[in-house]
């Protein structure tokens, strides 16, 4: 699991755009190949659907080599980054939750929230499987093949966004809360629901260019 919980999407773009673009090291880099250019002509271009394009290129932009060209590979590859995302975002909000910080209700909130993004977890983590098979017998033109896409996808679909529900609802959890209580739970669950929103504005798109 990634050390640091994604509570500032604003400060995760800069690392992700500082190591990428500029390298820690800060020294010039020697020019990207065609293949790799091309590879993220295809993420950017497919990012520039989703709710969040800047969010998208920079979290999917590192894996542009496992993701090539391919539809599949580039859900799978955003399912990834959102299922850390949850993983992170739950472990964020168990921390809040046995803090001892909170009114009762709002750690009861805090409790349902936990239980909430495991659930997200767990959807996700089938989401992740589910399209890793897509990936592998991607290209397969059998009648067979197609059924199964269009299953494998739907039901990504469907488990994306009620991943996504979850992560609102726990935000909603909140509403009658502080403002400083509302304000560190946004900061926990916020880049979650942003990733997930990416995520499936891909998977959704994927659906589009499945045939039925
Ligand atoms: C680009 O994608 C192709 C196809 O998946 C892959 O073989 C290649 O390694 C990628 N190149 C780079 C530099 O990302
Ligand atoms: C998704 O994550 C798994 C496990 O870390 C990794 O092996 C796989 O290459 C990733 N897939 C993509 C498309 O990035």
């Known amino acids: 699991m990634a050390p640091r919980s994604i509570s500032s999407p604003l400060l995760l773009l800069s690392a992700v755009l500082l190591s990428c673009c500029c390298g820690l090291s800060g020294a010039a880099r020697p020019a990207p190949s065609a293949a790799a250019v091309g590879n993220v002509s295809f993420i950017r271009s497919w990012c520039a659907g989703t709710e969040y394009p800047t969010l998208c290129d920079a979290t999917l932009f590192p894996h542009a080599a496992a993701v090539g060209t391919s539809p599949a ?66 290209g397969q033109a059998t009648q067979q093949a197609s059924r199964t896409a269009r299953f494998r996808v739907d039901s990504v679909r469907t488990w994306a966004s009620a991943a996504l529900t979850d992560d609102g609802m726990c935000m909603e959890g909140f509403k009658g809360e502080a403002a400083g209580v509302r304000e560190a ?6 880049g979650l629901a942003h990733l997930t929103a990416n995520a499936l504005g891909i998977v959704n798109a994927m659906a589009a260019q499945t045939p039925p």
């Open 185 to 190: 739970v946004r900061s926990h669950v916020i």
């Open 73 to 138: 590979r580039l859900a799978w590859a955003a399912l990834n980054v959102t299922l850390d995302g949850a993983r992170n975002a739950k472990a964020a909000m168990k921390e809040m939750a046995a803090g001892g910080q909170l009114t009762p209700v709002a750690a009861e909130a805090a409790g349902d929230c936990v239980s909430m993004l495991g659930d997200a977890v767990g959807m996700l983590r089938q989401s992740v499987e589910t399209m890793e098979e897509q990936a592998e017998e991607e």
